[in-house]
């Protein structure tokens, strides 16, 4: 699992959100994330780095300055195309809001590489 620190959540006193989080990950040089899906939304803006997703089976290319949002309940991974430089991105979504209501799931699944 890479690196990844949670800055804004419910739970965390002092939040002012009640129904998003926030967190910063990592995806080492040349590594990836594992292969999951949510029915959380997601937002991900891409910090450093460069690399691609796969959603569903089709590849999206991205890098810095790049904002991307798998869709709900798709199977996805994230992929780092650089092996000298990590990827670093602050990603937001909507968990604690689908937690408390109780339907948040969050499946991993199979690497697709």
């Known amino acids: 699992m890479a690196p990844s620190a949670i800055i804004m959540h419910p739970r965390i006193n002092g939040s ?5 989080m926030a967190f910063m990950a990592e995806i080492p ?3 990836k994330s594992g292969r999951h899906r949510h029915n959380s939304e997601a937002i991900i803006h891409i910090l450093q780095g460069r690399g691609y997703s796969v959603f569903e ?9 790049d904002t991307i949002s798998p869709p709900v309940n798709q199977w996805h991974q994230h992929f780092n195309s650089d ?5 670093i991105y602050l990603a ?4 604690p ?3 408390a209501m109780g339907i948040l799931v969050e499946e991993p699944g199979e690497l697709i590489e």
């Open 16 to 20: 002012v959100a009640q129904t998003l």
């Open 29 to 31: 040089a040349g590594g």
């Open 57 to 65: 089976g089709v590849r999206y290319e991205w890098e810095a300055g």
């Open 83 to 87: 092996n000298e430089k990590a990827v």
């Open 92 to 95: 937001v979504t909507n968990d």
């Open 97 to 99: 809001l689908l937690e």
